[in-house]
T-cell receptor, first 112, second 113 residues
C-alpha cells in the first residue's frame, strides 16, 4: 500500500565504503547532540553524542562532527557493514531542557 | 546490559477507550520520558518526568494524557479517551541526568480503531 508520512532521504553505499549522514539544526541554543540508529520495528539506539564545546568526537567506527557556525552535524561511519542499514536520526537539546528534538532521519542502505 | 522495557509490544483499542502503556526504566536512571512516532515520521517528544513530577511537556501532551510512577520501577503513560490520530509507536526512555544519553525502549505500537 501507499506509505504516508515524510519521505526519508536515502543514502545507498557499498559494503566497506565510508558513509556520511548529515543533519541541519535550527536552534542556536542547542548544546548537546546525539545520533540514534533505528532499525525497523525497534526503538532508537544511541550511537554517539557530542557537546557544543567540541567539534569532533570519535567512537568505534563512527565519528561525529559539529559545525556550530552553520548549525550542521554529521555522522561518519567507517567501513560500512550490512548491519549498519537503518534509519539514522540526529537529536538535539539545550541546557535546561529535557526534550530531545529529533531530525527527520536518513535511511542508510548498505549493498553487499 | 540494562535496558528499558515496555509492555505491551502492541495494543489495539477502540476509539474512546482508555489505554495504559507501561515502561520499566533502567534502574539507576532518574529522568523518564515518553516519545511517540507516527508511522513514517520522526520521533516526537511528549513528556519528561523527574522527582515524581512532570518537568517538561510538549503541545501534543494535552489533558487526555497523563503519566505516573506508581511504584519504584514502573512508569506509565495513560491516554484517557483514545482518538484515531493517537495511533503511533510510543517509546519510553530514561537517562541518568539531563543532557546525557537517553536510552529508549523497543516501543509499544498503539492502534486505535
Amino acid at each position: 500500500g501507499e506509505s504516508v508520512g515524510l519521505h526519508l532521504p536515502t543514502l545507498s553505499v557499498q559494503e566497506g565504503d565510508n558513509s556520511i549522514i548529515n543533519c541541519a539544526y535550527s536552534n542556536s541554543a542547542s548544546d548537546y547532540f546525539i545520533w540514534y540508529k533505528q532499525e525497523s520495528g525497534k526503538g532508537p539506539q544511541f550511537i554517539i553524542d557530542i557537546r557544543s564545546n567540541m567539534d569532533k568526537r570519535q567512537g568505534q567506527r563512527v565519528t561525529v562532527l559539529l559545525n556550530k557556525t552553520v548549525k550542521h552535524l554529521s555522522l561518519q561511519i567507517a567501513a560500512t557493514q550490512p548491519g549498519d542499514s537503518a534509519v539514522y536520526f540526529c537529536a538535539e537539546t539545550s541546557t535546561g531542557r529535557r526534550a530531545l528534538t529529533f531530525g527527520s532521519g536518513t535511511r542508510l542502505q548498505v549493498q553487499p | 546490559e540494562p535496558e528499558v522495557t515496555q509492555t505491551p509490544s502492541h495494543q489495539v483499542t477502540q476509539m474512546g477507550q482508555e489505554v495504559i502503556l507501561r515502561c520499566v526504566p533502567i534502574s539507576n536512571h532518574l529522568y523518564f520520558y515518553w516519545y511517540r512516532q507516527i508511522l513514517g515520521q520522526k520521533v516526537e517528544f511528549l513528556v519528561s518526568f523527574y522527582n515524581n513530577e512532570i518537568s517538561e511537556k510538549s503541545e501534543i501532551f494535552d489533558d487526555q494524557f497523563s503519566v505516573e510512577r506508581p511504584d519504584g520501577s514502573n512508569f506509565t503513560l495513560k491516554i484517557r479517551s483514545t482518538k484515531l490520530e493517537d495511533s503511533a509507536m510510543y517509546f519510553c526512555a530514561s537517562s541518568v541526568d539531563t543532557n546525557t544519553e537517553a536510552f529508549f525502549g523497543q516501543g509499544t505500537r498503539l492502534t486505535v480503531v
